[in-house]
């Protein structure tokens, strides 16, 4: 019986297909945007033509961010970034100075490509979000957790957002008019306080609530419990005013 030397097989293992290798782009991409952020650098070890596929990923979703060498990562990761960042949601958990939040926020900011920003803070994270963030003007949803916001002086719209998301978030009843009257297409807001603000439980607020934002058809506060048959309701009783 004849037995094939390791130098007689070289040559019929490279041909062997390399299968993860010739994946089509658009595989790899939902295959990496699927991954935790820091999974989908490691694969850039799998193959050659990997490599490069991680700073094109349209969605960067960062979790438990907690330490200064943390944010660096995540700074490391949009300063290596060559595409558009279209989706970004940071959540951080612990930070000895919010600082590097802001200097994320403007880095999106200058790209100005982000249509989903979500941005979580710890619990006892009370920090002052910048008014970089108002310079986002492709954004068509916002999350916004445990945070303060407060609009800046110069004039902005955002044209494009069609969801927003205040859960304990600190702004004032004027701003917060302010901001939805910025915003002519939204269509779902969510409005969770553990203090209550804005719009209590009264018939009047939520028609001035809904004058505000015409198209909502999404309606979602902790204090004012708001089904489809409500909004129906002060729909029709706008349109007879």
Not at 18 to 32: A, E, F, K, W
Not at 167 to 193: A, D, E, G
Request: net charge neutral; proline share 5%; charged share 20%.
């Amino acid at each position: 019986m004849h037995f094939a030397s390791s130098t007689q097989m070289e040559p019929e293992e490279s041909l062997l297909p390399d299968r993860i290798s010739n994946l089509p782009s658009s595989l790899v991409q939902t295959i990496l945007t699927l991954m935790p952020i820091r999974d989908a650098f490691k694969t850039t070890i799998l193959s050659r033509s990997w490599r490069h596929r991680c700073v094109n990923l349209p969605k960067l979703e960062f979790d438990q961010v907690q330490s200064v060498s943390c944010y660096l990562y995540v700074l490391h990761v949009l300063l290596l970034h060559q595409g558009p960042v279209l989706d970004f949601s940071l959540c951080v958990t612990q930070l000895p100075s919010c600082y590097e939040i802001d200097q994320i926020i403007l880095h999106l900011a200058i790209k100005t490509t982000v249509e989903k920003f979500k941005l979580s803070m710890g619990l006892y994270i009370s920090h002052k979000l910048p008014k970089s963030l108002f310079s986002l003007k492709k954004l068509t949803h916002l999350n916004l957790k445990n945070c303060v916001v407060e609009l800046p002086s110069t004039v902005f719209r955002f044209e494009r957002l069609t969801s927003l998301s205040f859960h304990n978030v600190k702004i004032s009843t004027k701003m917060l008019i302010s901001l939805l009257s910025c915003c002519p297409i939204l269509n779902s807001f969510i409005l969770i306080q553990e203090e209550k603000q804005f719009m209590g439980t009264e018939y009047t607020n939520l028609v001035q609530l809904f004058q505000l934002m015409p198209l909502v058809d999404h309606l979602e506060m902790n204090y004012c419990p708001v089904n489809r048959v409500v909004i129906d309701e002060v729909k029709m009783l706008i349109e007879l005013l």
